[in-house]
Structures are given as structure tokens and as C-alpha cells.
């Protein structure tokens, strides 16, 4: 069992920038390569980004693209996602989910476990 909490949402003008953190407790932090997701109301869950275990490889979808980037410290057991450039578009509430197994990291249904949620929102 992995438990996930997400920090660091809030409200922020477009053009700004917020950092999200998940910190994960447990002792097998890199055993899972880690997402992040989001959901507006009336909106499924959508992929934003995700990091292997190892933290080599990455990868966004293509509406957060060269404006979010995620990376991870497997010594404080942590993921962040820093969000630059953030458009009204962006509001969300936003998740940190856990997979243990390989590949399919777009994938909402393929992650074992998730945190609560965050809310950003975005004004204009």
C-alpha cells in the first residue's frame, strides 16, 4: 500500500506558475514510476505527465507540453510537477498516482494507487 499526498495547489493568474508535490510514504518509492492527472468538472481524468522510477524518461500530453515538467527526489520520496505559463484552461483538480508495473503511463486505469487531489484554478 502506498499512500500519496498532494500539495502546493491554489489559485494563480494566467501567466504564472505553481508547483505541485506528492510526497509518497512507504519505503518502496522506487519501485513506481509516478503520474500526474487532472480532472475539471464535467471532465473525465486526463493524463498531464509522468516519470519512470528512475526518473530518465518522461513524458506530457501534448496541451501541457513545454510549459510543465515533472521530476522526482526517490530520496525525499517526492514528485513534483512544476506548472509554468498556466491558462485558464489549466484549472483542475489535480492527482499524483503510483504504477508499479512498466509502460503505460498515459493510462488512467493502469496506476495502483492515487492521492486525494489537489485544486488549481486558473483565473483569466
Known amino acids: 500500500q502506498v499512500q500519496l499526498v498532494e500539495t502546493g495547489g491554489g489559485l494563480v493568474q494566467a501567466g504564472n506558475s505553481l508547483r505541485l508535490s506528492c510526497a509518497a510514504d512507504?519505503?518502496?518509492?522506487?519501485?513506481?514510476?509516478m503520474g500526474w492527472f487532472r480532472q475539471a468538472p464535467g471532465k473525465e481524468r486526463e493524463f498531464v505527465a509522468a516519470?519512470?522510477?528512475?526518473?530518465?524518461?518522461?513524458s506530457y500530453s501534448d496541451s501541457v507540453k513545454g510549459r510543465f515538467t515533472i521530476s522526482r527526489d526517490n530520496a525525499k520520496n517526492t514528485v513534483y510537477l512544476q506548472m509554468n505559463s498556466l491558462k485558464p484552461e489549466d484549472t483542475a483538480l489535480y492527482y499524483c498516482?503510483?504504477?508499479?508495473?512498466?509502460?503505460?503511463?498515459?493510462?488512467?486505469?493502469?496506476?495502483?494507487?492515487w492521492g486525494r487531489g489537489i485544486q488549481v484554478t486558473v483565473s483569466s
Open positions: 498516482a503510483a504504477k508499479r508495473s512498466p509502460g503505460q503511463l498515459m493510462v488512467v486505469m493502469r496506476y495502483d494507487y
Open positions: 512507504g519505503r518502496t518509492f522506487t519501485s513506481y514510476n
Open positions: 516519470i519512470t522510477w528512475s526518473g530518465i524518461t518522461t
